[in-house]
């Protein structure tokens, strides 16, 4: 095998280091598959397509191609990619030797366990025995059926991975997104080292920002329904028909969309607050804990996500109040956001952008933690029954995620009503209040008058556009990252 002018021929590699006949051929193979045009050099076309037929995420192709394109010329050649495996698999043997502890060239469970503890990352048996199946099983060398992996198997599982350190190599294991269903306390994502050393992490958050525009659009009639049967659901209208049959009426189809522009709007500083405050709450609990290199707990993970969560809705909450006042406003009331804000602040006063802010502080708790609890479980629960060669699919995560943010509404659905209700008050200086003004005179109100039920209204339209939500996230978030040359780890 050899380069001549970019053509594959006689059995020869000229690079560096001399290589057995064996390694030859490998490598030769190897660098076929992914040369996808038969030219005898692998561009980033040729990569992305040649790493999926191998399920190695495709964002790995430009990662690649800069590391070991030596003479700049986007592309690779033979010899340049020979060159850049074997310097990659020296740092691969080199981990895989932490962690073979009785050197025997194998790794079983307790040496795997033991090494994760030496990170801080607590891993138990089962965890520690899908990661090992999953290497075993996706090199397709499980020989004599044991859960131990030498070093051809470690080797040929994470040969494209980008890092050879221990710790990302962890976090690639374990990393699975969240997609936007419309709401708005959910844990953030965690992001990979490669991923922030790349700077790929903003394009995720801004395929994230851009999918959840649209599908929070998309859905918008009916997130109006769900706080017009919020509010006035128990004294106008029988259902959720006859609601949206008013509002048809009341202000024609545009109406349908009313409080959507501000909905859309706080998306951008909403998530880049609660970013921000997520990954400080995660440094101060990984100093807390004692050990900066290591994987958050999931129990670290909700503490982190909860403040991330009441620190950006603490900042963008009168946001959150026009957006109610404008979707329950009458035709010719409001002529823009900017009048809107205007005549609240006039009539009501600055402390009118902030009620029913305990009821949505407090919300966050039982929606983030039952989300988080809920979706880690299913995922676990379907790996531990589905043979662990790759990750699960991203159907899989995005069913996932939307049965637990639906587990999450239901519980905090209570908290969502009240705080609705309680934006939705118009309350003007020395006039007359004819209904409770705290969240506890609400809610005994609403128990008294309508049962737990009350409780409950509009969320029938607000599960309907759970499926929805996630379908129009998830084809936006795809064409978004391909754009912006990212993918779904």
């Not at 990662?63 to 310097?87: G, M, P, T």
């Not at 329904?225 to 949206?244: E, I, N």
């Amino acid at each position: 095998m050899q380069e001549n002018n970019g053509v594959l021929g006689s059995p020869r590699i000229h690079h560096a280091y001399e290589l057995s006949s064996e390694e030859e051929d490998r490598l030769g193979s190897l660098f076929s598959q992914l040369d996808v045009n038969g030219d005898g050099r692998i561009d980033i076309k040729d990569l992305s397509e040649g790493l999926k037929k191998l399920n190695v995420p495709s964002s790995y192709a430009e990662i690649l191609i800069q590391r070991a394109d030596v003479n700049h010329s986007n592309d690779l050649s033979l010899a340049e990619f020979v060159n850049y495996v074997q310097e990659h698999e020296k740092r691969l043997l080199l981990v895989f030797h932490t962690l073979d502890a009785n050197d025997d060239g194998k790794v079983d469970e307790m040496e795997l366990r033991s090494s994760f503890e030496r990170l801080g990352v607590h891993i138990d048996h089962e965890e520690a025995k899908r990661l090992l199946k999953r290497i075993v099983y996706s090199t397709g060398m499980d020989k004599d059926g044991t859960l131990d992996i030498s070093f051809d198997e470690w080797r040929d599982y994470l040969l494209f991975h980008p890092s050879a350190n221990l710790h990302d190599i962890i976090l690639y294991w374990r990393h699975a997104t969240n997609l936007d269903v419309g709401e708005d306390l959910s844990v953030p994502d965690d992001f990979s080292l490669e991923e922030w050393l790349s700077g790929k992490w903003w394009r995720h958050l801004v395929a994230g920002g851009v999918a959840g525009m649209v599908s929070r659009t998309c859905t918008a009639p009916l997130d109006r329904l769900k706080v017009f049967l919020q509010v006035h659901g128990g004294k106008q209208f029988k259902g959720w028909t006859t609601c949206f049959q008013y509002m048809l009426r009341e202000g024609g189809v545009r109406s349908l969309w009313r409080g959507n522009g501000v909905n859309v709007v706080k998306i951008a500083p909403e998530s880049a607050l609660k970013f921000a405050a997520y990954e400080q709450a995660k440094r101060m609990v990984l100093q807390f804990g004692g050990s900066k290199e290591r994987e958050l707990t999931i129990y670290e993970r909700f503490v982190a996500g909860s403040f991330a969560g009441g620190f950006s809705q603490t900042a963008i909450y009168p946001l959150e109040v026009l957006k109610t006042r404008l979707a329950l406003r009458k035709t010719g009331q409001y002529s823009s956001i900017v009048d809107a804000a205007r005549k609240i602040y006039r009539q009501e006063g600055l402390r009118s952008f902030y009620r029913g802010y305990v009821p949505n502080l407090l919300g966050i708790l039982p929606y983030a933690g039952i989300d988080l609890a809920v979706y880690e479980t299913l995922k676990k629960t379907y790996m531990q029954h589905h043979n662990q060669n790759t990750n699960p699919s991203i159907f899989v995560i995005t069913a996932c995620g939307a049965f637990s943010s639906t587990c999450g509404q239901i519980a905090s659905y209570p908290l969502a009503l009240v705080r609705t209700r309680l934006q939705a008050q118009v309350i003007v200086p020395g006039a007359v209040q004819t209904q409770p003004m705290t969240m506890v005179g609400l809610f005994r109100q609403i128990l008294a008058t309508e049962g737990a039920v009350g409780l409950y209204r509009g969320i029938t339209p607000n599960f309907m556009k759970v499926a929805p939500a996630v379908s129009i996230s998830y084809v936006v978030y795809e064409k978004c990252r391909q754009a912006l040359g990212v993918s779904m780890t």
